[in-house]
């Protein structure tokens, strides 16, 4: 993972502000690739996003600014954008509860941004994954199903928004035996109430799963 930008969570940081040029991403993306890795970058602004993607970078993180130019160049080039809607609404969710107020007015500044950009990507084609940015304030490693309900609320069809968290999210980490019910590959199964692809709650709330199926062996949920 690559930082093309600044971020909101850093004290005295501009989340637009590009920190590496287009020919340092490039090198760095590339030394990564050529250990056969894929790379992702946090990326932000606008010039961030063009150098990481202009570098060959396998995914954007965040993409909040996003403009036309970005959503093309991403789709010319098969980058995926992993939106991580679920940092920034637990900072919003959460913020009477110790979060600096320098984060809570960056949170603010961006979040309006960054549900048009995704709007923007998804409805021109552009391929999702599934992230959730887990470590942020209140944004709970075990709480990553939520980004289901988020990418739903933000004009995601459920069916993209359960593909974007399976196969897609193994094809992005070149994962070739997961995210898929096939044969020959890896059991990894989440049986739910309802159905998620008219009700994307299903999946989203843990309230509604009832089996984890992990390499093919039963657990329990949570």
Avoid at 38 to 53: E, F, K, M, T, Y
Avoid at 64 to 93: H, Q, W
Avoid at 150 to 169: F, H, R
Avoid at 171 to 197: E, F, H, M, Q, T
């Amino acid at each position: 993972k690559v930082m093309a930008t600044g971020g909101v969570m850093p004290p005295g940081v501009n989340p637009e502000d590009a920190h590496y040029s287009a020919d340092e991403m490039a090198a760095g993306i590339s030394e990564g690739h050529r250990f056969h890795k894929p790379c992702a970058s946090h990326a932000q602004g606008r010039d961030g996003i063009l150098n990481a993607v202009r570098g060959g970078v396998d995914s954007i993180e965040h993409g909040i600014f996003m403009d036309e130019r970005c959503v093309e160049e991403m789709i010319e080039r098969g980058t995926y954008l992993v939106p991580t809607i679920s940092a920034l609404k637990n900072i919003m969710a959460n913020a009477d509860r110790g979060i600096p107020d320098y984060v809570i007015e960056k949170t603010a500044r961006v979040a309006e941004t960054h549900q048009n950009a995704i709007g923007t990507y998804y409805r021109a084609g552009g391929k999702l994954a599934m992230g959730t940015d887990a470590g942020t304030p209140f944004n709970h490693h075990g709480a990553n199903a939520m980004e289901l309900a988020y990418m739903v609320e933000y004009g995601v069809s459920p069916i993209d928004a359960l593909t974007a968290a399976t196969g897609a999210a193994a094809d992005l980490n070149r994962v070739r035996d997961r995210g898929r019910i096939r044969k020959d590959y890896k059991a990894d199964l989440l049986v739910v109430s309802g159905n998620p692809a008219i009700s994307i709650a299903s999946a989203a709330d843990s309230a509604n799963h009832r089996l984890i199926v992990k390499n093919g062996k039963r657990l329990t949920p949570g």
